[in-house]
């Protein structure tokens, strides 16, 4: 392993050496262009929002003009004409700008619900208030006045989960359209300058003709969009004010459980009421905090059968945890399910003779979560993070006495993140990440350091980054006296490569030990790895031949144990996707082929190295088309196959895998929309693991309870999503999703598994078939009668049942049927936030 390494990191040092020494050959610098400037004029006040721009302080500010086309051919200057005008007074930077076009009926305006482009013209404003070319703000209107609003870093990429409360109208004058923003500065963070300049950046969308144009050019070959923006001059006297601000809320439930156990109501009803607090300690930081949270109306996730050795990543729904969070996302530390998730105990509740589980709570109530967070003038973000749930018990019933006991599984918990993150010259950054998890009582605490540096070269061609994490395990497992057995871990990267022009290419290497373990506070799925790959594209942005642009991309990649050192995997990876000129389709194929490799973790045998499932080698070829998405009718799909070498140890069949996909959407006006998601796959002669499914009191497992038994099964998934959305008005919506997942197993027979990957065959009986069904509605009215302001309707209807040996089937519609008539619970609830402003409330005493 010693040798590996160094032979890594002697090619990563020549490389770093190379590409900062020499220009790779025949590859031209991808330069930065011009930045332009604009100047803001400052007004006294007055500005009516109403999409009109006839105040006489509108044509007496400088124009920006002159946009270049970034898409489908980036360079070309624009045919019809963009003006853009900016304001500002002590409270607000107003933004006014003209849409040139040729037609009424060339501005296409559908209605969508907030952050949604949808098939529509737009254009949006961006700010860079500190310049350092990292991190910034996007203000989004559409042509039908649908608001959009998005913040940029290195950590998130472009994250439309922020939301701010700023206002924008739109209209229609003729052929062209006009937008009016009001900007309030309480929604953005900047210094205390008395002159102040502030990287800007506008974009507009003419959705039929599929243009992109940014006033200051973006070059798609150039890596980064921050540090491609332009400048905002003319701010003087800007002072920052005071960002205080509550959003009170009051909710109530109506829940139907028809499952609910003897002695227990089946219609429930509750009421809540909370708050959301933000404050702008000053003028770089704010404090966000959510008192008594309700999360009861955000989306249902979506349930799978899970039949890996490795946990189910779902998606953050909650706004809390998705808005405002770049700094907690650095160096992936922050899953920020965990907070508020299934109690640690709560598959290990111990029943005592004739006792019975009467309620087991599935989640964790948060008490409160406040997040502190900004950038100074210098380019230093803090951020800090801080969360408290309180103690979870489970019901146990006598049911011969009737007596109740209750058994703590979840202690009272502190979640804890601190970020600092140093932005650098040539848009780099170094920083620094905690993550704290405190549990009372008598079980362990959680804590994980890491830091991570990106450094560029000047002309953002080449990068260096790395980083270096630490894991801390203190204390016993919950419930037991058992020390935890993974007290101390580690990680590192470090990778070099060439991040801008038309070929790019990266060498990276990372090590993860085999007791690292973040996933109190974050989320690995293994650790034990060392793992290396190469990787290369080469990307064509200028239309050619019948097509707009070409992107090539491949790789090789290497896996190895950690500890013990053995072989795991090599993969071979290429892939390719362009974009036909005149009919904008799109189509690509990802093509991978792998060498025999041996899993380690399918097994669940720890400390890993001694059994592992040898996979033999295998190539994968998926196939993908996106037709034009401006079409009334729109139809994505992909499929996609694995073929399996022949396993010549065992005479059993080869394995083979199928998937197919299609995502038809059709618009029927700019107010209604309906969309159908399938996903089909089919896993013929899967090998997996079975005991865990074993049980001591079954004959039929008794033999095989100490052995590692594998399954030869077929897997069949299928999962079917509808949806509808009805959008009112720009702030008035309605939609409606339903899923249906079913997924099938069946096996074929069972092998044992022995120490360095042997397999024999065995005559194991019990029938181990099983189907899994799960089925969900999310109908969601949204009103927003005020900035900031929301009225939430939602209604929700979930149920899920398993069916194991002969009564598992993989037919389709019986599956449906059977999760159609099995009981499902409904829950229908209204919430009302209102926001209050501090600054507003005092102007209108």
Known sequence: MIRTFTFLLTGLLLCWAATFGVRAQGAAPAALAPKKQLAAQRVAGGIKLDGALDEPEWQQAAVATDFIQNRPNPGPPERHK??????????????????????????LRELTARDNFGNSDFFGIFLDTYRDQLNGYGFIVSASGVQMDARYSPASGEDFNWNAVWDARTALRGTDWVAEMRIPYSALRFGTAEVQQWGLQFMRQRRRENQAFFWNEVKPEVNGFVNQWGLLTGLQGLKPPLRLSLTPYVSGYVNHDPLSKAGERRTTTSFNGGADVKWGINESFTLDATLVPDFGQVQSDNQVLNLTPFEVQFAENRQFFTEGTELFS?????YSRRVGARPIGHGRVALAAGEKLVRNPAETRLLNATKVSGRTNKGLGVGVFNALSNNVYATVRHQETGAEREVLTQPFSNYNI???DQSLKNNSYVSLINTNVT???RTYDANVTGGLFRFNNKKNEYALDGS????RRRGTVFGSEAAVDDPDGF???VGVGKISGKITWGLNHRIESDRYNPNDLGILFGNNNITQSLDAGYHLYKPFWKVNNLHVFGQVSHSLLYRPTR???LNYYLGANTTFTKSFLQLGFDLNVDPANHDFYEPRQFPLGQYFVRVPGSSSLIFFINMDPRKKFQLNWNMGSRQYAQDERLDRPRRSRYSFGAYPRYRVNDHLTFRYNIDWSFDDNQVGYVNGGMKADQPLDQPFLDQVVLGRRDVSTVSNVVSAAYTFTNRMSLTLRARHYTSSVQYRDFVRLSPGGHEEAVDYRRNRDNTYNAFNVDAVYSWWFAPGSQVSVVWKNAGDFSRDANQATPLYFDNLANTINTPHNNSLSVKILYYLDYLTLKRTR
Do not use: C
């Not at 963009?82 to 060339?106: C, F, K, Q």
């Not at 650095?330 to 922050?334: P, S, Y």
């Not at 270096?468 to 894991?471: G, N």
């Open 82 to 107: 963009t003006e853009v005008r900016i304001l500002y007074d002590d409270a607000n930077l107003y933004v006014g700008a003209i849409m040139h076009d040729v037609s009424p009926d060339s501005i």
């Open 330 to 334: 650095k160096g992936n530390l922050f």
């Open 418 to 420: 601190v970020v600092l």
């Open 439 to 441: 549990r009372w009582g």
């Open 468 to 471: 270096l994490v630490y894991s």
């Open 491 to 493: 990680k590192y990267t």
């Open 567 to 569: 072989y795991q995997s």
